[in-house]
């Protein structure tokens, strides 16, 4: 089910969506696996899709943990809000800032990604880079998944430490790129 609807929702916006089917879960285990959750009082997830990631980061959470979940399409949107009503919602990544300002949230231990960053502008890619940035706190972390290391330059210049993993059973296999703030 879940699969079928992540791939109609390809078919309709393929550059949004970015990807056939939805993250295996080698990869959501590499996304959530640098989190300190004791210590971890809020966490951002751009770009849900379907909720792979997002049934980890719900799983594995403490229940004052504060878990903002951005999704840009309305029908998977829904969907995630049906299933974890306790999270927070918002369509839009690039309202990051003002969305967790909004939900009064200081700023986020962690910001988890699967957005397509490729397939965006540099200005989109930029907007939502500047909102990333100001939305962590000092030595917070972002976590993101891209298919390349056409990101690596980018994120080298914008964060003080980047460690990157390779996730090969994924379709198609993944590259997890870890940024701390300095
Ligand atoms: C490659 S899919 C990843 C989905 C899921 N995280 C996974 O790994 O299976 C990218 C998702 O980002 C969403 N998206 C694209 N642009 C967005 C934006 N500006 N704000 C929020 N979500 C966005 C798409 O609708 C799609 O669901």
Not at 22 to 34: E, G, H, T
Not at 166 to 176: D, G, K
């Amino acid at each position: 089910m879940e699969k079928f609807l992540f791939l109609s929702k390809f078919l309709q916006s393929p550059k949004t969506v970015g990807s056939i089917t939805p993250s295996s879960r080698f990869l959501a285990r590499a996304m959530v696996n640098p989190i300190d959750w004791p210590a971890t009082e809020s966490i951002a997830e751009l770009g849900a899709g379907t909720g792979i990631f997002t049934r980890y980061l719900h799983e594995l959470k403490h229940p004052g943990c504060k878990v903002m979940v951005f999704e840009r399409d309305d029908n998977m949107r829904n969907r995630l809000e049906s299933l974890y009503p306790d999270l927070y919602y918002h369509d839009n990544a690039v309202e990051i800032y003002s969305a967790m300002k909004k939900h009064h949230i200081n700023q986020f231990d962690y910001v988890i990604s699967g957005l397509p960053f490729m397939n965006f502008s540099q200005e989109l890619r930029d907007a939502i880079m500047e909102g990333v940035e100001k939305s962590l706190k000092p030595g917070g972390m972002f976590i993101a998944f891209q298919y390349s290391l056409q990101m690596k330059k980018q994120l080298e210049q914008r964060f003080n430490r980047l460690d990157i993993n390779f996730v090969p059973i994924n379709i198609p296999p993944a590259f997890v790129y870890c940024c701390q703030k300095a």
